[in-house]
């Protein structure tokens, strides 16, 4: 005979209106969509507030959001997700090397921005790739990284990481890209001092009217972040970064998007690679 345990009660109330709150707060300040399904980590994300806040519900939380601004950061931080890895779809640094190489007979600094840099992986990766393929750790360069979630920014400015992280590198990347710890930082890798100094880290809210980000950049990586907008937000931001290249540059997007109700603004160069239509 089986026995049905009856599901865990929930520790806060929280209703279906409770979640659709959520979403539209959620899009009103980050632009992000939420879907329909994330309603119970939308709970699991927003439960840790309310314990550190010592708050007994979600409607008291709603009330919080809106009378303290500093804690509008928190409410995104905990809402969005950080899935990274080192060179994660190799096929774009491979592009990026052959690319720095050539333009940087043309003109110098090269100028470069990840928009999502998350906890560090992509922008390292950016670095470690442009220093092997201008043959410098000073190579005449630019590279911001930015990203909404400030906790994200603060791991990704030390470099430190689980050895495990950094598994998939060459030997010899690891030994000329990072530091192993001793002592109490035994089991955890540091990413080189020449390296870490090489990327500007920024918080910047792609909803913000001024990314403070002048013009004539080389690339952008934009990779697996318009996935979390709506078309029409993906087409504004869109339609706002490839102003930002300069002409040739280049723009990668992630492996699950895809512009082809933006063909007006990019065209294809390569596996979701894109380079700015000529009339922007």
């Not at 512009?259 to 979701?272: C, D, I, K, Q, Y």
Request: proline residues 4%; positive net charge; aromatic residues 12%.
């Amino acid at each position: 005979m089986s026995i049905h345990l009856p599901a865990p009660e929930h520790e806060f109330h929280y209703t279906r209106r409770d979640f659709q709150q959520v979403r539209e707060r959620l899009y009103q300040h980050a632009g992000i969509s939420l879907s329909e399904n994330k309603q119970q980590l939308v709970y699991s994300r927003l439960s840790r507030r309310l314990r550190s806040l010592r708050l007994g519900s979600f409607a008291e939380y709603f009330v919080y959001l809106e009378n303290h601004e500093e804690e509008w950061q928190q409410f995104v931080n905990a809402l969005t997700t950080n899935l990274t890895a080192f060179f994660r779809e190799k096929h774009h640094f491979d592009h990026l090397g052959r690319f720095a190489a050539e333009q940087v007979q043309d003109h110098q600094p090269l100028r470069f921005w990840s928009t999502a840099s998350s906890t560090g992986e992509e922008p390292y990766s950016m670095a470690m790739t442009l220093v092997d393929a201008l043959g410098s750790f000073a190579p005449p360069i630019e590279l911001i990284a930015s990203d909404i979630d400030t906790g994200v920014l603060g791991q990704a400015r030390q470099g430190i990481y689980p050895l495990e992280r950094i598994e998939a590198l060459s030997p010899a990347q690891k030994k000329r890209f990072f530091l192993r710890g001793t002592g109490g930082n035994a089991g955890k890798a540091r990413v080189v001092r020449e390296l870490r100094q090489m990327i500007d880290y920024r918080q910047i809210n792609l909803l913000d009217r001024d990314w403070g980000i002048a013009g004539g950049l080389d690339a952008i990586f934009c990779r697996n972040v318009m996935i979390y907008f709506d078309k029409p937000t993906q087409t504004r931001l869109l339609e706002r970064m490839v102003r930002l290249l300069r002409p040739g540059g280049l723009f990668f997007a992630g492996h699950s998007e895809n512009f082809v109700h933006a063909s007006h603004l990019v065209r294809s160069v390569g596996r979701t690679t894109y380079q700015a239509v000529e009339s922007h």
